[in-house]
């Protein structure tokens, strides 16, 4: 390989003196353009490194004398984020239910609050979709224990039912007929016949018959004398074909006999108000709230 430099006869530049089989070099310098915008990153990369976070230390970093960070710039978004939210929060709590259903913008809010509080605090008992399990209602239907007004249902969320925790819990207790001995064997069966000819079911129409007037004397007082319930007292209706605890020749006799005792605990003391109203009305609207 020859290193003498010399001028390239076609394009007037001079060679480098590099030669490889007959092939020379031309010795052009680099493009001006090109080489300012190198000497401009040189120099923007220093001041990055004074200004920014730049070179890892040993168990720390150099951070920079603009001392900016990410992990800072996220917490100043999240407590934004936040305070946006109180804003909202603040309104929902100086709001009746009903007026925050009257407010689309506050009631698309709450809905979304209501559903996130009740995913967490509600769902392992009346389950994800709120359809709830033998013994837990579903929330879903038109179909009301306690009655079905955003105002109730704010108050049986709030209170809870058949609790000792809160003296204003909803309150009511269906005598155990078999176990305290009020009705004996027969009269239960009577009943039962009754209760499933009211709801429709096959049944034996003589027991039935004979079920009607234990039912007058026993039942009527809470369940309604039709058997339609009374949510003053939490009791159920029993014409429909929607029951709590199974609407079965069993469960019925089990319900009757040896009676149920739901419990709910009581969020009011656990939740803050802006999240009671939500889920009030989020409970409201998922079914046919009254
Ligand atoms: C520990 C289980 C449990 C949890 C948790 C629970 N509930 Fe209940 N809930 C019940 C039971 C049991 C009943 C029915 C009690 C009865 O027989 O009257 C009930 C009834 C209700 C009712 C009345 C339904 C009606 O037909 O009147 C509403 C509304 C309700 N729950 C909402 C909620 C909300 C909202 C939450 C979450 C903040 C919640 N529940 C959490 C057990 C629970
Ligand atoms: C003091 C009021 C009261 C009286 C009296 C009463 N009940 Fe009830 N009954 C209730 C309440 C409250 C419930 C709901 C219990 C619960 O959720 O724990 C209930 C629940 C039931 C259920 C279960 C319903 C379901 O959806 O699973 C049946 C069945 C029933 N009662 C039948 C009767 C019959 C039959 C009589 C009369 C022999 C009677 N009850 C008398 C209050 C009463």
Redesign the pocket.
Known sequence: MATVSEKDSVTGVDTTGHEWDGIKELDNPLPRWWLWIFYACIVWSVGYWVLMPAWPLVSSYTKGVLGYSQREILIEELAAAKAGQAEWLNRIEAATVDEIRADPQLLEFAMAGGRS??AV??S???GQGAAGFT???N?NDD?????GTPEQ?LH??THG?RNTEDPDARWSQMPAFGKDGVLDRARIVEVVDYVMALSGQAHDANRAEAGKAVFAEQCAACHADNGTGNIEL?APNLTDAIW?YGGDRAALTESVANARF????P?GSRLDEATLKQ?AVY?HALGGGQ
């Open positions: 509080a009740f605090n509600c392992q008992c009346h013994g837990y209602p929330l179909d009301w224990l306690w009655g249902i049986t969320i039912i939490g709590l739901g419990i709910m605990p969020w889920l409970v």
